[in-house]
């Protein structure tokens, strides 16, 4: 049995030999039409083509074997660099708790998983004990000169045990990692145009937080900056915008596969609107708003008909550890359930 993380490459390593190259003309500032031009601009990661090989052997086996719909569930933050030769990078908060729990509770419900991850971020399964909090020595105890499973844990973790087991046997996780923006971006793109022969019966949950800014590789230095090349001990960085791509997802990318993005504010007051606004602006099936604050309690559901629908854990459920996207996720399906009954007729 091989585990389903490839170990062929490692994102995490920046590509020193790709150095600055002066000939990558200058990219300026995205507008929503400017997709196309950030691939022109940007050199694809090198491993590019392996994914690609790996995810169509996945998608043919559920094709041919299983008929199992697919789910792409991105996961985690990405990293913005700020030298080729990468010491600093810019970053954000995800842990990938909301992808990797998600990527179970479809998992769960007969889907097979393509899981597009931040590296080293949580992972199905293995979150359970990987996570700092939740250390997995913890979970061992000594006896008799001899490490065991404590007692205390050993039923939830052989329930963990055969969901992880399952998902390997039967061949339904696939973890594909980025680190950069920009591997995600290609990534997305690639793994998007590879699914496109599932048409309805895949179904994209962007649970990414993508970086909405960063350094053009025309205007990256190759060596870590020099604090003696700040001007009066300031350092002044120029990012520009990261294109949105929902637009390319939708359009041309996964035409015909359900879309849900997300939507993080920290304000109440905007999240509906913004959320309403992702929906005007890309034509897409649903957005899963949630607040900083109070994500792993309630979310909501922003629909193109104008529903807006809350799913919350009341106190009992928060007592006993409910997680929110066992609730999150069959809601998710009856949508999906619809999308393919509404382009089979
Ligand atoms: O990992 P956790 O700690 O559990 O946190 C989970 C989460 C809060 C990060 C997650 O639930 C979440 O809300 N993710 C989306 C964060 C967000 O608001 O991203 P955004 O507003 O930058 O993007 C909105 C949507 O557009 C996202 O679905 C994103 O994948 C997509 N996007 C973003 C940027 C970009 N250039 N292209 C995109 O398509």
């Not at 170990?7 to 997709?35: L, V, W």
């Not at 290609?186 to 993508?210: D, G, I, N, Q």
């Not at 957005?287 to 009341?314: A, C, H, M, S, Y």
């Amino acid at each position: 049995m091989t585990p389903p993380q490839s170990k062929n490459f490692h994102t995490a390593n920046p590509e020193a030999e790709s150095a600055i190259d002066r000939s990558i003309p200058e990219f300026e500032a995205a507008k929503i039409s400017d997709e196309d031009e950030y691939f022109q601009n940007h050199k694809p990661p090198s491993y590019l083509p392996e994914i690609e090989k790996e995810v169509q052997e996945f998608i043919e086996y559920h094709r041919k074997n299983t008929q199992k719909r697919i789910a792409l569930v991105t996961s985690g933050g990405t990293t913005v660099p700020l030298e080729n030769n990468t010491v600093r990078f810019i970053d954000n908060f995800s842990a990938g708790t909301r992808g990797a729990t998600s990527a179970e509770y479809f998992l769960e419900n007969g889907y097979a998983v393509i899981f597009l991850h931040r590296e080293f971020s949580l992972l199905p399964y293995s979150r359970h004990y990987s996570h700092s909090t939740n250390c997995f020595l913890d979970f061992m105890t000594e006896k008799n000169d001899k490490i065991e499973i404590n007692p205390k844990f050993a039923d939830e973790m052989l329930k963990v045990l055969r969901k992880y087991n399952d998902a390997k046997e039967s061949n339904s996780l696939i973890l594909i990692p980025f680190t950069t923006v920009n591997q995600y971006l290609y990534t997305l793109k690639t793994v998007s145009e590879c699914l496109h022969v599932m048409s309805s019966k895949a179904l994209f949950y962007l649970a990414a937080a993508v970086s909405d800014f960063f350094i053009p590789q025309s205007r990256m230095p190759t060596h870590k900056i020099q604090s003696s090349a700040t001007k009066d001990g300031e350092l002044v960085i120029r990012l520009a915008q990261v294109p949105k791509f929902l637009s390319r997802l939708v359009e041309n990318w996964a035409q015909g596969a359900m879309i849900i993005s997300f939507k993080l504010e920290t304000d109440n007051n905007i999240l509906i609107k913004k959320a309403t606004s992702a929906l005007d602006r890309y034509h897409h099936q649903l957005v899963i708003g949630n607040l900083l604050q109070t994500r792993k309690k309630e979310v909501v559901f922003v629909k193109p008909n104008g529903d807006n629908d809350w799913i919350k854990l009341n106190e009992d459920e928060i007592k006993g550890n409910v997680e929110i996207e066992s609730k999150m996720i069959p809601a998710v399906i009856k949508v999906h359930d619809e999308w393919i009954q509404s382009n089979s007729s």
